[in-house]
């Protein structure tokens, strides 16, 4: 199972977003990150893609996530989602994704993945979840499951 990271950037009811420009999910808004590479842990590959992708340095990661995801071939991949609340360096705009803040309640959610409306509002309001998602062919979405993330 491919295994990634979501980083979204928040402080002061904003958050960060960054369009993606390439590969898949081109178009979307989404939080940075990518696929875990090599030995590194989970949170070491969160902290390699923020710095790749828009050129930060992120401090006090908070878990807040875990999505699982299955295509219409039965191909799974999951997600770690992390807040940061601090972080060195501002974010700039690479090859792959190009960052832009957002106010809370004006979060894009129609120029983003259909999973996203589901557990992002939830995460935002301090929750911590555990999410599965299986979409179709077109990458639309058609069934979701959502709980509470049991945090150890």
Not at 48 to 62: C, S
Not at 93 to 104: C, G, H, L, Y
Request: aromatic share 10%; hydrophobic share 40%; with cysteine.
């Amino acid at each position: 199972m491919l295994r990634h990271t979501l980083i979204f950037l928040v402080k002061d009811k904003r958050i960060l977003l960054a369009m993606k420009k390439r590969g898949l999910g081109v178009g979307f808004w989404n939080g940075v990150g990518g696929k875990q590479s090599g030995d590194e842990s989970i949170r070491q590959a969160a902290v390699r893609e923020a710095k790749e992708e828009i050129g930060v340095d992120v401090r006090m990661l908070r878990k807040m996530a875990e999505l699982q995801f299955t295509d219409n071939q039965g191909k799974k991949s999951s997600a770690t989602v992390y807040f940061c609340d601090s972080w060195t360096g501002v974010p700039i705009e690479s090859e792959e994704m190009r960052p832009s803040w957002f106010n809370i309640d004006e979060i894009p959610y129609e120029q983003m993945w259909p999973d996203d409306r589901y557990w992002l509002p939830k995460l935002l309001r301090g929750d911590k979840l555990t999410c599965q998602f299986i979409f179709d062919q077109d990458n639309q979405l058609i069934s979701q499951r959502i709980e509470q993330l049991k945090v150890r």
